[in-house]
């Protein structure tokens, strides 16, 4: 049996998620399931779970396979106060769907924003 490292993601947020977005991958906003009549949205964690141990639908996002790869290969930096991710390259990604990430502001820690030289807070 082929085993694959994966962590546990709860599935009535994901069910949820699914709900709230329409099948939509919050990032490039393709509905697979409409374009194509397969569901293959994925959900990975904005900060990683070994990190955060957070798996509450605010730290999850609902994408297709190709952001989600994306996302795994290039590791950018998540930044809270603009929903975007920043790449190492200066590419944006931003969310084009929100209704459960907290921004910055509105009280989530600024754990997300450890990063070697990116600076996204202006003092
Ligand atoms: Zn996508």
Redesign the pocket.
Known sequence: MKSVKQRKVNLKIVRDLRHIYNGK?Q??V?NPSENFGVDILESPHIEYFSKSQNSNSDNILL??P??HNILYKLNPIFNDETLSYVFKKGNILALQENKTIITAQQERPQTRMKTGSMVFLVA
């Open positions: 991958c990032l490039c393709i994408t297709c190709d952001c």
